[in-house]
């Protein structure tokens, strides 16, 4: 089993575009997949109380060992129809509306939340707008900032834009090996940058976005070593270690007093602006 000795002992060997790749293989397992691996009794709940439900966010009350805590994760599916359904991992308004309200809830019932983010970015569709996209959005930031209740985001594929940021405002943030995580995708900033997407590679290669990039400049507190080439080869064995990592953060995190853990969390914010 891999150990949490290995988290920020790691080589980075690997060109940063061939971890874009590997993340977005479509046998990397989703974040349904991960939530089986961690959590026990897992409870689905629907809705944001004000428009309709999102599938792209699967939420929800679970155990991570004895803990109860409140989960919400992004899930892109497992094949073409539920990728469909689910959006590919691009919230709605609705969405971020629905993360809040359970956030909400689980401060009142001092459960701690747990993130999981693997999205492109926000759905950048018309009618996201029409229902308030970026204020929901901006809503999840301040809520999440100011909870006071201990808040661990993994980021367990792609972390795009305020997209993933909207569910990052967090205590701790871990990331897999080959995650990546950018304001950006790399074909956007080299169609933006340079006016040619076709040096999404060269831009990939500039951005900063992998999970080695980031423990460096000090934006995560881990990373979850894969084996055998990535999670869609062989999973099991970084999932159990992040069980491991999660059960002793959210422990550690449990005995700060409530203003405390906030103060901490939004000095470490500060930080990073």
Known sequence: MLTTAKLCDLPDAVPPWDRVSIVRDTKRPSALALMDALFADFLELHGDRVCGD????VAGL???????VTVLAQERGRNLKERQMRNFAMLHPEGYRKA?????????????V?????????YPGVSAEQRGQAEAIAQCLLVFSQIKTPVVTVVLGQGGSGGALAMST?????MFENAIYSVISPEGFASICWKDAGRAKEAASVMKLTAHDLMGLGVIDGIIPEVGGGLHL???????A??????AAVRELRLLAPDRLVAER????????
């Open 54 to 57: 999102d599938s792209a966010l």
């Open 62 to 68: 679970a155990f991570l060992g004895d803990i109860p």
């Open 100 to 112: 809040k309200r359970l956030a909400l809830q689980a401060e009142r019932f001092c459960r701690p």
């Open 114 to 122: 747990i993130c999981i983010v693997d999205t492109p970015g926000a």
């Open 170 to 174: 967090s205590d701790r943030i871990y």
């Open 234 to 240: 062989n999973a099991e064995p970084s999932f159990l």
């Open 242 to 247: 992040l069980r491991g990592i999660l059960d």
């Open 266 to 273: 939004r000095s470490k914010l500060r930080t990073l602006i």
